[in-house]
């Protein structure tokens, strides 16, 4: 897809120049109607080969050698879990999943990385699939017994996978139409689906990994809300979440300094997590009556978005959040 108009992803409206790429190419505009902030010009790309690449460090646009060294420590992650569940917005999901639904179902990841959520599911008794556009993640899930594919939704073939519900965590913004990709879930399994969103940059705190060919959009509550309901969720629940261990922010030197420390003694790390998470979410559920203060706790969106036809009860994400405590 080649775009010659700017056009925001959601509602078609032409929105207005927010600031330039950071490495040139392109703008971001804000579509005030949406609340969304999307990249244009939308460049035809093969997520298989970006994403492929980058795992294998042969893509080092915006910052995407990332995932070379990601899965450098993919035997790492798999040895500790809180290593992989690394966000509130993981254990929240997973909290949902054990209240909603029996064990043996079939749960859906849509970009399942180093696979970290699937061992999760599967050590708790469900049957944990997983899609990914990356071949090396893809390949390493399926030496671990999973059955993964390579390639975005629409490739799925059909009766592939019949899941109860599906989850996608921290990949939304790197979709380039993502109210297709949104509509194809829907039509295609028809079932809840739960998606985790780390908070948004700003004109103000935009890194130079927020842009295109990683990232093509800047998602708001409202924006995901509307994009949701415009591929046919009938019912969604948005809920902020506070910070995990990786998003607190320290200057950069600092922060990759502590960050080596942590991933040379991962064992450090797995026993500092859960009390930095404590402070964390303490921090957040106080300062949560002062929205400016309360933004420096937060670190992302969940939402659980349900189709009109989807059975059964599907419980409001507040009630889950009993069930945990
Ligand atoms: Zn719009």
Redesign the pocket.
């Known amino acids: 897809m080649v775009t010659t108009q700017p056009m ?6 032409e ?1 207005e120049p927010l600031l330039p790429w950071a490495s040139g190419g392109g703008e971001m505009r804000h ?4 609340d ?1 902030v ?1 990249a244009w010009p939308v460049e035809e790309i093969d997520p298989v080969e970006v994403y492929t690449q980058a795992y294998e460090g042969h893509e080092t646009r915006t910052q995407m050698d990332d995932y070379a060294r990601r899965i450098s420590r993919r035997d790492v992650v798999a040895e500790h879990e809180s290593l992989g569940l690394w966000s509130p917005a993981h254990h929240d999901t997973l909290a949902w999943i054990e209240a909603n639904v029996p064990k043996g179902a079939t749960v859906m990841e849509v970009g399942c990385g180093l696979g970290a959520f699937l061992r999760a599911l599967r050590d708790r008794g469900y049957n944990a699939v997983g899609i990914d556009v990356a071949k090396p993640v893809v390949e390493a899930a399926q030496r671990e017994g999973f059955q993964a594919w390579c390639g975005t939704i629409d490739t799925v073939p059909e009766g592939w996978a019949q899941p109860a519900v599906i989850v996608s965590f921290f990949v939304i913004h790197h979709i380039q139409d993502p109210v297709a990709f949104l509509s194809t879930i829907r039509t295609r399994w028809g079932v809840p689906l739960i998606i985790a969103y780390n908070r948004a940059p700003t004109k103000e705190t935009f890194d130079t990994n927020n842009f295109p060919p990683r990232c093509w959009g800047w998602w708001s509550e409202k ?1 995901l809300g ?1 994009a949701l309901a415009r591929a046919g969720f009938a019912r969604v629940e948005i809920s902020t979440q506070a910070k995990g261990l990786p998003q607190i922010f320290l200057p950069p030197k600092l922060h990759d300094f502590v960050s080596s420390v942590l991933w040379r003694w991962p064992k450090l790390r797995v026993m500092v997590q859960p009390f930095v998470e404590k402070l964390l979410s303490a921090g957040f559920k106080l300062l949560r009556p002062i929205p400016r203060l309360r933004r420096s706790f937060e670190g992302g969106l969940l939402i659980i978005a349900t189709p009109a036809e989807t059975n059964g009860r599907v419980p409001a994400l507040e009630e889950v959040k009993e069930v945990r405590a």
């Open positions: 925001c992803h959601i509602c078609g409206s929105g579509c005030s109607t949406c969304f999307f924006a509307r």
